[in-house]
């Protein structure tokens, strides 16, 4: 299986992308980091230990680290109108802070601030699989980028090369207006700096934003279709997620059909790049086809009713003058396109192995 990391603000959307990694036999979660973002940082982390203990794995199976609480320049932004005051509204079937099982995946300290034990887990984990030469793992980032950034910057460089195949993130709004504002999608609205970071990174990113993670909405039929298989516990925890999401983004956001699963799809994509290919075949920018072309994209971190926008050079416009795309060439692969029907499958069997585990 392919070895992946998974850091993440969780979240409705973020528990859907757990599920899969966790319960994926072509994927190995080697751990879960958690971010502030939809809700405080403490919040972001309980939801974290209580989604792993629901969907049935062991603290030391999957070891869950705590990260930043703030984003590297900015005051937190949380999203409660979306996602409920602690991060989870509405979710039903969680299991109590206070549970055992709960708290075993809380039980982790270290002496000095978390992002750094998060940081030196990481950089000694690389370090034994690239000694032992062992594939580059993926890290799915589907929070705010702040601990991804800090990864990036304090990790030694070379050692990133060696052991990180790519990073697969939700973040960005390529070509599509903004979710949290009118021009900027959430996560990267919440740390803007972080997600510069990650697009600028030599590493091979792999950006989900809101132009792709927009094809997947979760449609009253599949709710119809998971409530028909019958009440246990990870649906239930499923079900009652998607009803809170789905409320959220009629009521908040207008969209009628159903919510988006944004995150979800990062790690679809690990299991099956070919849900993101082009239907018809196109050599648009001089690329070949695959499931997604490179482009230069910039996060905007000036102040002012751009911040935190995703500007993507999609025909390789770059004003000559500008050093930095000039310099910087094609940054990030951009996802465009998706499958819709072959996606939800993949969560269906997901919820299936869960529940026979
Ligand atoms: C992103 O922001 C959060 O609300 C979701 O979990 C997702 O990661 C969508 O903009
Ligand atoms: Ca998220």
Known sequence: PHAIWLDADPG???????????????????????????????????NAAKLLAAFGASAEQVPLLRGCDVPLMRTPKAAPSIHGEDGLG???????????????HLKRTSDGPAPLALVSHL?????????????????????????????????????????????VLMGGNPGVSGNISPAAEFNFLVDPEAARIVCDSPLPVIMAGLNVTHQAIWTRPLHAQLLSLGASPVR????????????????????????????????????????????????????????AKRYRVEVQTSEGHNLGATVVAFHDQWPIEHEGWAAGGRNVRVLEHLDTERLWPL?????ERAEAR
């Open 90 to 104: 509405g979710v039903k079937g969680l299991p109590e802070l206070s549970s055992p099982s709960v708290q075993s």
């Open 12 to 46: 409705h959307d973020d528990a859907l992308a757990l599920l899969l990694a966790l319960h994926s036999p072509a994927l190995r979660l080697l751990g879960v980091s958690s971010v502030s973002g939809n809700a405080a940082g403490l919040s972001t982390w309980h």
């Open 347 to 351: 969560l269906f069997a997901a919820i």
């Open 236 to 291: 239930d925890v499923v079900s009652s997620a998607m009803e809170f999401f789905a409320a959220a983004y009629a009521s908040q956001m207008g969209f009628a059909s159903g919510p988006p699963v944004h995150d979800f799809l990062c790690v679809a994509y690990l299991l099956d790049a070919s849900l993101f290919a082009p239907p018809t075949p196109s050599a648009a920018n001089g690329q070949a086809d695959e499931e």
């Open 123 to 167: 950089t000694s984990l690389l370090r034994t699989r690239v000694e032992a030469g062992e594939e580059p793992l993926s890290i799915v980032a589907t929070g705010p980028m702040t601990n991804i950034a800090l990864l990036l910057r304090m990790a030694p460089s070379e050692l990133l090369l060696k052991g990180v195949k790519q990073i």
